[in-house]
Protein backbone atom coordinates (compact mmCIF):
# COMPACT_ATOMS: atom_id res chain seq x y z
CA UNK A 1 0.00 0.00 0.00
CA UNK A 2 1.68 4.00 -1.05
CA UNK A 3 2.65 5.90 1.64
CA UNK A 4 0.64 8.84 1.88
CA UNK A 5 1.31 12.64 3.57
CA UNK A 6 0.30 15.67 5.20
CA UNK A 7 0.35 19.17 4.21
CA UNK A 8 -0.91 22.06 5.26
CA UNK A 9 -2.81 24.07 2.71
CA UNK A 10 -1.06 27.23 4.04
CA UNK A 11 -2.82 30.98 3.11
CA UNK A 12 -6.14 29.19 2.45
CA UNK A 13 -9.33 30.42 3.54
CA UNK A 14 -11.55 27.95 2.21
CA UNK A 15 -11.45 24.82 0.29
CA UNK A 16 -12.64 26.71 -2.97
CA UNK A 17 -9.89 28.12 -2.63
CA UNK A 18 -7.93 25.24 -2.58
CA UNK A 19 -9.83 24.05 -5.69
CA UNK A 20 -8.71 27.36 -7.20
CA UNK A 21 -5.37 27.05 -6.75
CA UNK A 22 -5.66 24.01 -9.17
CA UNK A 23 -7.69 25.30 -11.21
CA UNK A 24 -5.19 26.21 -14.53
CA UNK A 25 -2.63 24.27 -13.96
CA UNK A 26 -3.08 21.38 -16.60
CA UNK A 27 -2.65 18.17 -15.04
CA UNK A 28 -0.06 18.05 -12.86
CA UNK A 29 1.19 20.71 -9.68
CA UNK A 30 4.49 20.75 -8.11
CA UNK A 31 5.33 21.59 -5.10
CA UNK A 32 9.00 22.37 -3.57
CA UNK A 33 10.43 21.24 -0.39
CA UNK A 34 14.20 21.38 0.82
CA UNK A 35 14.92 17.68 1.66
CA UNK A 36 13.53 14.27 -1.17
CA UNK A 37 11.47 12.18 1.30
CA UNK A 38 13.54 9.41 2.37
CA UNK A 39 10.64 6.98 1.86
CA UNK A 40 9.96 9.24 -1.71
CA UNK A 41 9.46 5.44 -3.44
CA UNK A 42 6.98 4.17 -0.96
CA UNK A 43 4.80 7.40 -1.83
CA UNK A 44 4.43 7.22 -5.38
CA UNK A 45 0.61 6.66 -5.61
CA UNK A 46 -0.38 7.47 -2.37
CA UNK A 47 -2.22 10.74 -1.48
CA UNK A 48 -0.48 14.07 0.16
CA UNK A 49 -3.60 14.95 2.24
CA UNK A 50 -4.58 18.68 2.48
CA UNK A 51 -4.69 20.32 6.34
CA UNK A 52 -7.14 23.11 5.92
CA UNK A 53 -8.37 24.92 9.32
CA UNK A 54 -7.12 21.93 11.45
CA UNK A 55 -8.82 19.40 9.54
CA UNK A 56 -7.88 17.03 7.06
CA UNK A 57 -10.37 17.82 3.79
CA UNK A 58 -8.56 16.70 0.50
CA UNK A 59 -6.37 14.79 -1.22
CA UNK A 60 -4.35 15.04 -4.58
CA UNK A 61 -2.37 12.14 -5.44
CA UNK A 62 1.34 11.65 -5.69
CA UNK A 63 2.68 11.10 -9.17
CA UNK A 64 6.36 11.33 -8.62
CA UNK A 65 9.24 13.07 -7.41
CA UNK A 66 11.76 15.64 -9.21
CA UNK A 67 14.56 17.68 -8.81
CA UNK A 68 13.72 21.44 -9.07
CA UNK A 69 16.28 23.84 -10.64
CA UNK A 70 17.70 24.98 -7.75
CA UNK A 71 18.67 21.57 -6.23
CA UNK A 72 15.52 21.66 -3.97
CA UNK A 73 12.75 18.60 -4.27
CA UNK A 74 10.02 19.16 -6.37
CA UNK A 75 6.39 16.24 -5.12
CA UNK A 76 4.56 15.98 -8.15
CA UNK A 77 0.72 16.17 -7.77
CA UNK A 78 -2.17 15.50 -9.79
CA UNK A 79 -4.20 18.42 -9.81
CA UNK A 80 -7.44 16.68 -9.11
CA UNK A 81 -8.65 17.30 -5.66
CA UNK A 82 -10.33 14.38 -4.04
CA UNK A 83 -12.56 15.56 -0.95
CA UNK A 84 -12.36 13.68 1.80
CA UNK A 85 -14.28 13.20 5.18
CA UNK A 86 -12.57 15.75 7.49
CA UNK A 87 -10.77 14.25 9.85
CA UNK A 88 -8.99 17.07 12.94
CA UNK A 89 -5.61 17.03 12.22
CA UNK A 90 -2.78 19.86 13.85
CA UNK A 91 -0.93 21.90 11.57
CA UNK A 92 2.70 21.48 11.20
CA UNK A 93 5.47 22.72 9.14
CA UNK A 94 6.64 21.20 5.89
CA UNK A 95 5.29 18.11 4.95
CA UNK A 96 4.45 14.91 7.67
CA UNK A 97 3.86 11.34 6.50
CA UNK A 98 0.48 9.76 7.18
CA UNK A 99 -0.09 6.64 9.19
CA UNK A 100 -2.32 4.73 7.13
CA UNK A 101 -5.13 4.21 10.60
CA UNK A 102 -5.47 7.97 9.99
CA UNK A 103 -6.54 8.06 6.43
CA UNK A 104 -10.00 9.28 6.12
CA UNK A 105 -12.59 8.21 3.84
CA UNK A 106 -13.39 9.60 0.44
CA UNK A 107 -16.51 11.61 0.21
CA UNK A 108 -18.97 10.26 -2.52
CA UNK A 109 -19.88 11.99 -5.48
CA UNK A 110 -22.55 14.94 -4.45
CA UNK A 111 -21.83 14.38 -0.49
CA UNK A 112 -20.70 17.01 1.55
CA UNK A 113 -18.81 17.60 4.40
CA UNK A 114 -19.89 19.02 8.26
CA UNK A 115 -16.38 21.25 8.30
CA UNK A 116 -15.93 21.86 12.08
CA UNK A 117 -15.88 25.76 12.45
CA UNK A 118 -12.69 27.25 12.63
CA UNK A 119 -12.33 28.63 15.34
CA UNK A 120 -13.25 25.17 17.55
CA UNK A 121 -10.97 23.61 15.58
CA UNK A 122 -8.25 25.94 16.42
CA UNK A 123 -8.91 26.07 20.04
CA UNK A 124 -9.38 21.69 20.29
CA UNK A 125 -5.84 21.58 18.64
CA UNK A 126 -4.79 24.37 21.47
CA UNK A 127 -5.51 21.79 23.99
CA UNK A 128 -3.95 18.69 22.29
CA UNK A 129 -7.29 16.73 21.32
CA UNK A 130 -6.99 16.92 17.89
Known amino acids: MPLNMTKVAYGAQSLDEVHGWFAD ?23 LYWILKHQLVARSEILGFAEAP ?12 IEVHPRPRRAHQGW ?18 DVMPAHLAGELAKLGLV
Open 96 to 113: RYLDESEVPADLASGDSA
Open 25 to 47: RGAEARLTTRNLPRRHAEMIGGS
Open 70 to 81: DGRTEIIISTRL
